[in-house]
């Protein structure tokens, strides 16, 4: 993996850019491990999210097992929550809805830009750029992201992020990205969370 690296990082800022109304990032699939912490409480898991700018979004958080103990969808009629006991949980989007109903805010607008290496246009964003032009943090919206890790450049993309760590006041989130859903079928199956290791913070 390729290491970001602090020294020669020059400082970008950007001005909103307006949107359209259903604006999204550049549809993708991935899979990792996420751990979550703050002044009250903690979380560690698996995490499975596919993005599509037409159909919205689907996360889902799983336990070190791989099953499913929260169900996240968000399309164009608002956002709903399912727990592992099929309790259902509804608002107009995931922040709210995750900040209600887990005690913790998934900051999707933000999230599915920054996961992908890049600011949420709609806000002004602080840039810090290394000597190869990589994103080694980002501070958007009262959110500090950190890019620790990157995946190796590939011939069809980029260097993708593989380790973020996102604060927010006292919340703090870790996000290992194990596969961008390039090379393989897009969903995990639940045996690839059997023999791994959840990130700590």
């Given at each position: 993996?390729v290491?970001?690296?602090p020294?020669?990082?020059?400082?970008?800022?950007?001005?909103?850019?307006?949107l359209?109304?259903?604006?999204?990032?550049a549809?993708?699939?991935?899979?990792?491990r996420i751990?979550?912490?703050d002044?009250?409480?903690?979380?560690?898991?698996?995490?499975r999210?596919?993005?599509?700018?037409?159909?919205?979004?689907?996360?889902?958080?799983?336990?070190?097992?791989?099953?499913i103990?929260?169900?996240i969808v968000?399309?164009?009629?608002?956002?709903?929550l399912?727990?592992?006991?099929?309790?259902?949980?509804?608002a107009?989007?995931?922040?709210?809805?995750?900040?209600?109903v887990?005690?913790?805010?998934?900051?999707?607008a933000?999230?599915?830009?920054w996961?992908?290496?890049?600011?949420?246009?709609?806000?002004a964003?602080?840039?810090?750029l290394d000597?190869?032009g990589?994103?080694?943090?980002?501070n958007?919206?009262d959110?500090?992201?950190d890019?620790v890790r990157?995946?190796?450049?590939?011939s069809v993309?980029?260097?993708?992020?593989?380790?973020l760590v996102l604060?927010?006041?006292?919340?703090?989130?870790?996000?290992?990205?194990?596969d961008?859903?390039d090379?393989r079928?897009?969903?995990?199956?639940?045996?690839?969370y059997?023999?791994?290791?959840?990130?700590?913070?």
């Open positions: 993996m290491e970001t690296k020294v020669g990082v020059t400082v970008v800022v950007t001005e909103p850019v307006a359209d109304e259903n604006a999204s990032s549809d993708f699939e991935l899979t990792g751990s979550v912490q002044e009250e409480q903690r979380f560690s898991g698996g995490v999210w596919q993005h599509a700018s037409k159909a919205g979004d689907e996360i889902s958080l799983l336990s070190p097992l791989g099953q103990m929260v169900q968000q399309d164009n009629e608002g956002a709903r399912t727990t592992s006991e099929q309790k259902v949980f509804f107009s989007d995931i922040e709210i809805l995750t900040e209600t887990l005690g913790w805010r998934i900051p999707v933000g999230l599915q830009y996961v992908q290496g890049e600011h949420f246009p709609a806000t964003a602080i840039k810090h000597s190869e990589r994103v080694v943090a980002i958007q919206d959110w500090e992201i890019y990157y995946f190796p450049a590939h993309h980029a260097a993708r992020p593989k380790v604060k927010y006041a006292t919340l703090r989130m870790k996000l290992v990205v194990d961008w859903g090379s079928s897009p969903v995990a199956e639940y045996s690839d059997q023999n791994y290791s959840v990130p700590s913070l």
